[in-house]
């Protein structure tokens, strides 16, 4: 283990970067008591770092999707494995994501959630995938910008390793 990884962000880079959106979203969402929501499991740790930089109240929840076929099957079923606690409807809404890559998943997220009549829908994202992306999805927070690798840590998993790596690496691995 161990082998095969190159850093790409380190833990400094992500703190800054976590610490700066926080400070945004915070002036943007004042007083708006926005719900965040955190797409598992991926976004947990950038979540949470995140809502600890955010200065206005808001409510913290998690939704659970999963895309059969994988991206053997980009058009395949996406289904809510398990949803949210609170309702939305005439909130104020963030997702939080780890990383948009094909934008598959996210896309149905958003139409899934649109349909809760939410005052406004947006999307922060900590890693954006321009490259890769399938479907046209709106980001209007994001982190940092990476080219077409497949990266680890900091919840970002391979086969539910490395989500505990307080940086971000790139990890070569078959068929990418
Ligand atoms: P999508 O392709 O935009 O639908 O991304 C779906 C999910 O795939 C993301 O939320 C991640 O959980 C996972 N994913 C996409 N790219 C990577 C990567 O480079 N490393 C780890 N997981 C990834
Ligand atoms: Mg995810």
Do not use: W
């Not at 283990?1 to 976590?18: D, S």
């Not at 104020?92 to 094909?102: F, N």
Request: charged share 30%.
């Amino acid at each position: 283990m161990g082998e095969g990884l190159r850093v790409v962000l380190t833990e400094e880079e992500i703190k800054r970067k976590v610490r700066e959106l926080g400070e945004t979203l915070s002036r943007d969402y004042q007083g708006d008591d926005p719900v965040l929501i955190s797409v598992l499991r991926g976004s947990v740790y950038f979540a949470v770092d995140l809502s600890r930089h955010i200065s206005t109240p808001f409510t913290l929840d998690f939704i659970s999707i999963s895309r059969y076929g994988g991206n053997a099957n980009p058009f395949g079923i996406v289904r809510i494995t398990k949803d949210l606690d609170v309702n939305i409807a005439s909130r104020h809404v963030l997702v939080v994501e780890d990383i948009v890559d094909t934008g598959l998943s996210l896309n149905y997220l958003l139409r899934n959630l649109k349909t809760r009549d939410p005052a406004s829908l947006k999307v922060c994202t900590l890693l954006n995938v321009e490259e890769r992306r399938i479907v046209d999805v709106p980001v209007d927070y994001k982190g940092f910008d990476l080219p077409d690798i497949f990266v680890v840590g900091y919840g970002l998993d391979y086969n539910e390793e490395y989500r505990n790596l307080t940086h971000i690496a790139e990890l070569k691995r078959p068929g990418r």
